[in-house]
């Protein structure tokens, strides 16, 4: 039950984290964020930051009196601080590494010294790397490229090994490409739906034949908040829509939609990430988390798209 429980949110003015929140304060949850806000944006929990039960805690989740202090008295911990992007970690690997692990092992620690009883990692598709088939499964081999998806795995290891020795219910969920309001502009969507707005050329990278698993905010949040109540023991669950889309169909999408349809180039790969971390196809098996949910109200990519052009203009 999510009415009345105390959960901790780290990273909660983030894209994924400031949803989750909004919904769990609307459902009568009492909620603590922790965020230091690198890169959280405090506007995006606008609806909630004056509500009774939701509460605003400045900290990082590498400092052990800062998490100490948030984690007492918590029933659930949700997991959602992190340096973002595959390209800023490969950049700034060590710390990505370090901030990682730190953060990780200090949360699991403080929950089993303040009895929490379930935990929430969220993790990415990265771990799988180029994947062997499609779509993924959630115990398909791990063959992760850069260090952010390093980073990842090596969390999620933690949050076993904890599971396992001291039975706190523990879910890691591999999120794929979730998008919606309020995103980073550095991420496709919103970076081709701000083109779109101001009539530019929508530049796709490459031939645009590379495929990604686009699952939209409400659905994720959802999936996360289900699977989080019926969860028992230690899971790993992969949140995405379960379908492939090619980013050329994502512009030919997206221009269709706009007022004034977009003229579509296609150029070169973005080499600010390394060729060698670039992924060309990702789709999730989402089998597991359906089976433990049962079916939702899905949104569709053109349903999704038209509600995050809405929100833009």
Same mark, same amino acid.
């Given at each position: 039950?999510?009415?009345?429980?105390?959960?901790?949110?780290?990273?909660?003015?983030?894209?994924?984290?400031?949803?989750?929140?909004?919904?769990?304060?609307?459902?009568?949850?009492?909620?603590?964020?922790?965020?230091?806000?690198?890169?959280?944006?405090?506007?995006?929990?606008?609806?909630?930051?004056?509500?009774?039960n939701f509460h605003l805690i400045e900290g990082d989740i590498t400092n052990a009196e800062d998490v100490r202090q948030s984690v007492k008295d918590t029933d659930t911990v949700l997991h959602f601080a992190a340096k973002v992007g595959v390209i800023r970690a490969a950049s700034h690997g060590i710390d990505v590494l370090d901030s990682t692990l730190k953060g990780i092992s200090l949360l699991l620690s403080e929950s089993v010294r303040g009895e929490v009883k379930t935990f929430v990692f969220a993790s990415s598709?990265?771990?799988?790397?180029?994947?062997?088939?499609?779509?993924?499964?959630?115990?398909? @081999?791990?063959?992760?490229?850069?260090?952010?998806?390093?980073?990842?795995?090596?969390?999620?290891?933690?949050?076993?090994?904890?599971?396992?020795?001291?039975?706190?219910?523990?879910?890691?969920?591999?999120?794929?490409?979730?998008?919606?309001?309020?995103?980073?502009?550095?991420?496709?969507?919103?970076?081709?739906?701000?083109?779109?707005?101001?009539?530019?050329?929508?530049?796709?990278?490459?031939?645009?034949?590379?495929?990604?698993?686009?699952?939209?905010?409400?659905?994720?949040?959802?999936?996360?908040?289900?699977?989080?109540?019926?969860?028992?023991?230690?899971?790993?669950?992969?949140?995405?829509?379960?379908?492939?889309?090619?980013?050329?169909?994502?512009?030919?999408?997206?221009?269709?939609?706009?007022?004034?349809?977009?003229?579509?180039?296609?150029?070169?790969?973005?080499?600010?990430? @390394?060729?060698?971390?670039?992924?060309?196809?990702?789709?999730?098996?989402?089998?597991?988390?359906?089976?433990?949910?049962?079916?939702? @109200?899905?949104?569709?990519?053109?349903?999704?798209?038209?509600?995050?052009?809405?929100?833009?203009?």
């Amino acid at each position: 039950m999510i009415a009345g429980s105390r959960v901790l949110v780290t990273g909660g003015a983030g894209f994924l984290g400031s949803h989750l929140c909004t919904r769990l304060v609307e459902e009568g949850a009492d909620v603590s964020v922790l965020d230091n806000f690198s890169s959280g944006n405090l506007e995006r929990l606008e609806k909630i930051v004056s509500c009774e039960n939701f509460h605003l805690i400045e900290g990082d989740i590498t400092n052990a009196e800062d998490v100490r202090q948030s984690v007492k008295d918590t029933d659930t911990v949700l997991h959602f601080a992190a340096k973002v992007g595959v390209i800023r970690a490969a950049s700034h690997g060590i710390d990505v590494l370090d901030s990682t692990l730190k953060g990780i092992s200090l949360l699991l620690s403080e929950s089993v010294r303040g009895e929490v009883k379930t935990f929430v990692f969220a993790s990415s598709s990265e771990v799988y790397g180029e994947p062997l088939r499609l779509p993924s499964r959630e115990d398909d @081999p791990l063959v992760p490229r850069s260090t952010y998806a390093v980073a990842k795995v090596a969390a999620e290891r933690y949050c076993e090994e904890y599971a396992t020795l001291y039975g706190i219910d523990t879910c890691v969920f591999r999120y794929f490409n979730v998008y919606g309001p309020h995103q980073n502009d550095n991420f496709v969507i919103p970076q081709f739906l701000r083109h779109t707005l101001k009539g530019e050329v929508l530049p796709v990278y490459g031939s645009g034949a590379q495929t990604r698993d686009f699952s939209y905010i409400d659905d994720a949040v959802f999936l996360t908040l289900e699977a989080m109540n019926r969860n028992r023991g230690f899971n790993i669950y992969n949140v995405g829509s379960g379908e492939n889309t090619s980013l050329k169909k994502l512009a030919e999408l997206i221009s269709s939609l706009s007022i004034k349809e977009c003229e579509i180039a296609f150029v070169e790969l973005d080499r600010r990430r @390394p060729q060698e971390y670039e992924i060309i196809h990702r789709q999730a098996d989402i089998s597991k988390i359906v089976s433990l949910c049962g079916t939702f @109200p899905r949104h569709s990519l053109e349903e999704g798209l038209k509600t995050c052009l809405e929100a833009l203009m």
